[in-house]
């Protein structure tokens, strides 16, 4: 097997670093979020200047990690959904190889038992039309009334 090559490479290059997971980690939290506020929690976090966090931020968004836009003065950051894919389906190359097959077959069983249980409850309902009786299989109550009479 080969390594990542691409987007993928990128974005496990960029993932690298941990002040770079963090970063990427306040930004998902917050789902949008201000450069200055990403600034501001790394600092009370650890020993970081505003321009490392930066330059950690375009590393992130070289990766198509996070995308950037302006609003007004303020640069909102977001998770990129691209550089997350990509590095997501190299990753996938290792996961169980039986595991979608086996929810496959998991879905299958519990359509076969489905199914079945349709099929028997429509069953019940057709013998029930033609002997006149509820599709419990109980017989019908005037018939188990006269029965009774009978037998007293």
Same mark, same amino acid.
Do not use: C, K, N
């Given at each position: 097997?080969?390594?990542?090559?691409?987007?993928?490479?990128?974005?496990?290059?960029?993932?690298?670093?941990?002040?770079?997971?963090?970063?990427?980690?306040? #930004?998902?939290?917050?789902?949008?979020?201000?450069?200055?506020?990403?600034?501001?929690?790394? &600092?009370?976090?650890?020993?970081?200047? &505003?321009?490392? #966090?930066?330059?950690?931020?375009?590393?992130?968004?070289?990766?198509?990690?996070?995308? #950037?836009?302006?609003?007004?003065?303020?640069?909102?950051?977001?998770? %990129?959904?691209?550089?997350?894919?990509?590095?997501?389906?190299?990753?996938?190359?290792?996961? %169980?190889?039986?595991? &979608?097959?086996? %929810?496959?077959?998991?879905?299958?069983?519990?359509?076969?038992?489905? %199914?079945?249980?349709?099929?028997?409850? &429509?069953?019940?309902?057709?013998?029930?039309? #033609?002997?006149?009786?509820?599709?419990?299989?109980?017989?019908?109550?005037?018939?188990?009334?006269?029965?009774?009479?009978?037998?007293?």
């Amino acid at each position: 097997m080969t390594g990542p090559d691409g987007a993928a490479a990128e974005a496990l290059a960029a993932l690298g670093d941990p002040v770079r997971r963090r970063l990427l980690e306040l #930004v998902h939290r917050a789902g949008e979020q201000p450069a200055g506020a990403l600034v501001a929690t790394l &600092q009370s976090e650890r020993d970081i200047s &505003q321009p490392a #966090v930066s330059q950690h931020l375009r590393v992130l968004r070289e990766a198509r990690l996070v995308q #950037v836009h302006a609003e007004g003065t303020r640069r909102l950051y977001t998770v %990129d959904p691209a550089g997350i894919d990509a590095a997501r389906s190299w990753l996938a190359t290792f996961a %169980d190889p039986f595991s &979608q097959p086996l %929810d496959a077959l998991a879905t299958e069983l519990v359509r076969g038992r489905r %199914d079945r249980r349709r099929a028997a409850a &429509q069953h019940a309902t057709q013998d029930a039309a #033609v002997s006149g009786s509820p599709a419990t299989g109980s017989p019908p109550a005037a018939a188990g009334r006269r029965g009774a009479r009978r037998a007293g």
